[in-house]
Nanobody, 115 residues
Framework: QVQLVESGGGLVQAGGSLRVSCLASGRIFITNVMGWYRQAPGKQREWVAE???????NYAESIKGRFTISRDNAKNTVYLQMNSLKPEDTAVYYC?????????WGQGTQVTVSS
């Protein structure tokens, strides 16, 4: 079992920056992939970014060049640095851990970007 707790969401103006964090606890294995997803009102949850234990990253086209995912394995924490935020980035951001064939989710943190 893996537990994920997000933090760092909030309200920011368009063009601003925000960093969200995800603390993982439980049975953590080095083969996991940590990621961020988001869900805007009335829309399906969408994948945003992911990072392997070794630090390899992948990003959705919609946020490439603006968001950066990173992780601190010693702290079991993954981050999503969001720059040049747009109103369309407004969503609940969910942390995800894919490990040994299972998906684990956090409770989500709200990010609101005002125009």
């Amino acid at each position: 079992q893996v537990q994920l707790v997000e933090s760092g969401g909030g309200l920011v103006q368009a063009g601003g920056s925000l960093r969200v964090s995800c603390l993982a606890s439980g049975r953590i294995f080095i083969t996991n992939v940590m990621g961020w997803y988001r869900q805007a009102p009335g829309k399906q949850r969408e994948w945003v970014a992911e990072i392997t234990y070794g630090g390899s990253t992948n990003y959705a086209e919609s946020i490439k060049g603006r968001f950066t995912i990173s992780r601190d394995n010693a702290k079991n924490t993954v981050y999503l640095q969001m720059n040049s935020l747009k109103p369309e980035d407004t969503a609940v951001y969910y942390c995800n851990c894919f490990q040994l064939g299972y998906n684990y989710w956090g409770q989500g943190t709200q990010v609101t970007v005002s125009s």
